[in-house]
């Protein structure tokens, strides 16, 4: 494997986020820790970077307090003639939450960067300073590209365990050295509200981290903010944010399970009193924005979208899809004609023309929903279907024609190297689709690998359509319902592209780091 490490990185992140790591929980309603220099700005929820290109970076920051942002940069950890960047006014306008844009950076190195809070009326007062590091992307193959993913994080009210040391899977991920994580979604539960204990099949109890905003589902702006401000109060995700960057989709609980745009919401349902999914969809995406590092939703971004595509190198793109913000209804999906689907017919013409210019080797497909996979919705109790695929191995019906439309547009405009990765469904699994098996048969045979979730309950695996001529190569998942993360089960996934070959490896991993399963695949090839 001819990806190349940075030997001095992981040094340096124990040097400098000491600090951070001897933090302890806070045992009140979601407040920061606290650092040394009381009376100005600390960023107690730790750093992120995120959407890294050959020569920027967005690193993200929280203030207790108002402040001005300023992020210095360097080749070394010593700092010796750092460039500085100045950032935003952090304020209540945004939650005290900001985000800097480096620029000009080094392609291939190693970036060590700390953030600065000053005091606005100040610039002398500052805070303790918060420290990370992160890898621009090379702009030479030969030092290959390693990545992992996974997603569903504080699901069905399994939350921060101190007990279990908080959301250990991110030190198995860390010891990896990826040069970025890609989140599937599911990044918070706005719809599973956590409290202080829940009960363990053997008798014991599970003993979760509790705040205020997340005593309920999230309704008002405020309460979407503490959800995402919920998963920062964790030891282990707050050393990963500040030596991983991220790459950040959303699925359906940052707003609601099985959501979709005009969706209503029962008057059963009496735990909203907000009925308007369009309304608390709205919330959720300002403060989803305001939480992560993500290029097109930061301040000034033209697009205001979730769905892009990162370069990174000649080796790979990653194409981050958004199947929820332009999805129709969920409905038993079994219409003939359907423009719309669950990726909206722009976003889908934006998919094909980015596929069509993309010259990087790996084409990855971040897809927050599964292709093949049966996802059932059965929130106001009618028989309806969450994803793309409703149970029937026959001809694309509903969201299916707009799969096989992408699908046909790949095979004619003979775009090789497409791999479509996911979340969601709370198991791990890898499906090869292909013609000779399927209903459709005009696309040409590719792989969906599944990984997740990162701390949540885990889940039976789910039923094939065979529309695409899935076959499941590799599954684990639990054989009941909602197994909580004390019962293993939770998984993440890594991606190895090699800069000698080009070949790609997948690799499912459990909690722990453990490999489940490896497939490789071989680049320019169809069919692998």
Known sequence: MSHRPFPGRRSVLRGSLAASAALTLPVGLGAAPAFARSGRPQAGWGVQTGDVTTDSGLVW????RPARMIVETSATESFRNPRRFHGPLLDAGTDFTGTTRLHGLQSGEQIHYRVLLADPDDPRRTGEPVAGAFRTVSRHRRNGVRFLWSGDLAGQGWGINPDRGGYRIYDAMAGLDPDFFLCSGDNIYADGPISATQALPDGSTWRNVTTEE???????????????????????????????PSVIQWDDHEVRNNWYPG???????????EKSVDVLAARARRAFGEYFPISTLRPGAKEGRVHRVLRQGPLLDVFVLDMRTYRNANSPDGQTVDPQGILGREQLQWLKRELSRSRAVWKVIAADMPIGLVVPDTTEGRPNFEAVAQGDPGAPLGRELQIAELLRFIKHRRITGTVWLTADVHHTSAQHYQPSRAAFTDFEPFWEFVSGPLNAGAFPASALDGTFGPERVFVKAPTASNVSPAGGYQFFGEVDIDGGSGELTVRLREQDGTVLFTKSLQPGRVGQ
Do not use: C, M, P
Not at 263 to 273: F, G, L, M, S
């Open 263 to 273: 969706e209503v919401i029962a008057a059963t349902d009496t735990r909203y009193t």
């Open 214 to 244: 997340k005593a309920k589902v999230a309704e008002t702006l405020a309460e979407f903010r503490g959800n995402f401000r919920y998963n920062l109060l964790d030891d282990n995700l707050r050393r990963f944010n500040a030596q991983v």
């Open 61 to 64: 920051v929280r203030s207790d």
